[in-house]
């Protein structure tokens, strides 16, 4: 099942850059995997896929450990800041930070390990209450203050738009992200540029990229439905 509804989701990748003039490789796929077994995971990972998305420390560290090396985990959840520690060195890329103190501990962390550690800024762009992630107005001193950080480099923005079942709905909230991260990289022009957008998921994966996704991160799409229910 996993590898029919892989190449669903490969084809309609590929239909959405062709409709916006974009080329497939400026898209990244990302297997969201959280509460799914390592099955699961090697049969996307024999089908090709790479990249995988994880949303709690504790299980991105233990399915590290029982998988493939060539793996690259994405940390797509909220991160708490003492569990950091345990993170460092495993991603290749922690999408939800939004706030100073959070990159702070990254970069201390980074720095007795001697690594840097490629994150993104999240971006709260419904401006829901229920979610994380900063205002759009406040990224830019956000992104400013962590740029001075050695050990953090900062790729690019993410999202996780509200949940639709109309994808259309979303259009705005992804056209405002692009937007938001042109202005930003016209602000700090002589740095290296902020280019990834991590947006999109199961609901709407097509629309973002079709304004302007790099990293598209399908969940259910790709591993049915989740049950929080059983513990992995
Ligand atoms: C769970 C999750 C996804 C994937 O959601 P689906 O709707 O299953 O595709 C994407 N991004 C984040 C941050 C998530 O927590």
Redesign the pocket.
Known sequence: MIKENLKAVEANICAACERAGRRREEVTL?A?S?TKPVEDIMEAYSAGIRDF?E?KVQELCDKYEQLPKDIRWHM??HLQKNKVKYLIGKTVLI??VDSFELAQEINKRSEQKNVVSDILIEVNIANEDSKFGIRSESAFSLIEQIMELSYVNIKGL?C?AP?VVVPDENRDYFKKMLKLDVDINKLLSNNSPMDVMSMG???D?ETAIEEGATMV???????GE?DYGIKT
Not at 217 to 223: E, K
């Open positions: 990302i969201v959280k998305g949303n797509i959840g999408h939800g993410m996780i949940y998921m199961t609901c994966y991160r399908v969940g259910t799409g790709i591993f989740r």
